[in-house]
C-alpha cells in the first residue's frame, strides 16, 4: 500500500511567504551556526542581533529597495529609505549604517537616478544613517518597483534593544497611526483622480497626505524614551504586510503570548476608511507601513501615548498582552472574536485590479 505523500505548503500568488514555507525552506537552511548570532531570522520579527563583544550589539535589517515612479522620484526615494530604516528603528536603537545596492532598469535616466538619490541621501542624513557601501547599475531584465536591496544597522549596548519576542502578559499595547496607513497612501498617491472623483478634491488630498505617515521612525525613536524592557518598552512591530491583524498575530506569535485587543481603539482615519470601501478592502487586514504595534510595561503606557502625541503622531491604548492561555481576541461591541493571522493580503489583488483598469 503506498504512503500519503506530505502536503507541501505552496508560495503565495503574491506578497510574502507564509509562516509555513519559511519555517520549512527558509528556517533549517541558515548557513554556518555562530555562537554570537543572538537573534536569527524568526518569522514575524523585523531584525537580526549579533553580539560584537564590549557590551554592544549589532541589530540588522534587509528589504528590498522600492522604487515607484508614478509616486514622483523625491517621494518614492523617500518612501524607499523610511521604508528600510522603519524595520531597523523597531529594536529601539537608532540606525546609524546602510549598504544599498541599486539594480536599476536601463530605462531610468542620469536626472531621475540624481534626483532619487539626493532625496535618498537626505533622508539618510536627517535618520542619522550613513552610506557605507553599494551597487549601482543599469541592466536589462530589471525593473520597477524592486530595483535592489539594502540592509540598516544599528550599533548599541546589548541590554538597550528589543525585538517582538519580548512581549510579556501584563503589558499595555499601543498602536500609532491606526490601520490601512500604506494601502491608503499608496492607493491614493497612484489613482488620485479616482478617489477625487469619489469622494471630492479635499478628501484626496487628505488621502495623499497619509503617504507622509508611512514612517515609524519618530514612532520607535520617541516611544523608548521612556525606557525599554521592564523599564518601559518590550516590543515594536512594524505593521507591514496584512495590517494590523497581522502585525498583532505576529507579535504575539514571536513572544508566546496571548492578546485582548478592543478594536474600537484601533484608529481608522476617514481618509482611510473611503478609500478601503472605494477598493473594496479592509483596513484591518491590509499593509500599514508606518502603524507601529507597541507593547510596554503598564506603567509606562500612559507615557509612551503622551510623548508620541506630543510630537503630533496619534497613538492610543487598545489592549494588553494576557497569557498564551488565554488565547488572542478582539473585541467588538462586546463581542469576542479570534484574532487570528489573515495570511493573504488584500491590498495586492485590490491594487492590481485598480492598475488594469486604469491601463485599459
Not at 484601533?266 to 473594496?280: A, G, L, N, T
Request: proline content about 6%; aromatic content about 6%.
Amino acid at each position: 500500500m503506498e504512503q500519503a505523500t506530505a502536503q507541501k505548503a505552496q508560495l503565495p500568488d503574491i506578497g510574502k511567504v507564509s509562516e509555513t514555507v519559511f519555517n520549512e525552506v527558509i528556517l533549517p537552511h541558515l548557513g554556518r551556526k555562530r555562537p554570537e548570532v543572538v537573534v536569527g531570522p524568526q518569522n514575524g520579527v523585523d531584525v537580526g542581533v549579533v553580539d560584537i563583544g564590549h557590551g554592544q550589539v549589532m541589530v540588522s535589517t534587509t528589504d528590498p529597495v522600492f522604487i515607484v515612479p508614478p509616486y514622483g522620484w523625491e517621494r518614492s526615494a523617500w518612501f524607499a529609505i523610511h521604508i528600510l530604516a522603519s524595520d531597523a528603528c523597531t529594536s529601539g536603537l537608532p540606525p546609524n549604517y546602510i549598504t544599498i545596492d541599486l539594480n536599476l532598469p536601463m530605462s531610468i535616466t542620469r536626472d531621475e537616478l540624481e534626483t532619487m538619490w539626493e532625496t535618498m541621501h537626505r533622508e539618510c542624513e536627517k535618520i542619522g544613517m550613513a552610506v557605507v557601501t553599494g551597487h549601482t547599475g543599469r541592466y536589462q531584465g530589471c525593473d520597477y518597483p524592486m530595483v535592489g536591496g539594502a540592509t540598516v544597522i544599528c550599533i548599541g549596548p546589548e541590554d538597550q534593544y528589543v525585538t517582538p519576542t519580548m512581549a510579556k502578559p501584563g503589558d499595555r499595547v499601543i498602536i500609532t497611526k491606526g490601520a490601512a496607513i500604506e494601502a491608503t497612501g499608496l492607493f491614493a498617491v497612484t489613482f488620485p483622480r479616482q478617489v477625487a472623483d469619489a469622494y471630492g478634491d479635499k478628501l484626496a488630498k487628505e488621502a495623499e497626505e497619509v503617504f507622509w505617515q508611512m514612517t515609524t521612525v519618530d514612532d520607535a525613536m520617541t516611544a523608548v524614551q521612556v525606557g525599554v524592557r521592564d523599564n518601559g518598552v518590550t516590543a515594536m512591530h512594524d505593521a507591514t504586510e496584512c495590517g494590523v491583524w497581522g502585525g498583532l498575530s505576529e507579535v504575539a506569535q514571536a513572544s508566546q503570548v496571548g492578546m485582548s485587543i478592543e478594536k474600537g481603539e484601533i484608529v481608522v482615519q476617514e481618509p482611510v476608511q473611503k478609500v478601503c470601501e472605494m477598493y473594496e478592502i479592509d483596513p484591518f487586514t491590509s499593509i500599514s507601513e508606518g502603524t507601529l504595534i507597541i507593547t510596554c510595561r503598564p506603567n509606562k503606557a500612559a507615557d509612551v501615548v503622551k510623548r508620541l502625541n506630543d510630537k503630533g503622531i496619534a497613538a492610543t491604548q487598545v489592549g494588553e498582552v494576557v497569557d498564551r492561555a488565554e488565547g488572542r481576541k478582539y473585541y467588538e461591541n462586546g463581542v469576542a472574536h479570534d484574532l487570528v493571522h489573515p495570511q493573504v493580503d488584500p491590498f495586492w489583488a485590490a491594487y492590481g485590479k485598480a492598475m488594469s483598469e486604469a491601463a485599459g
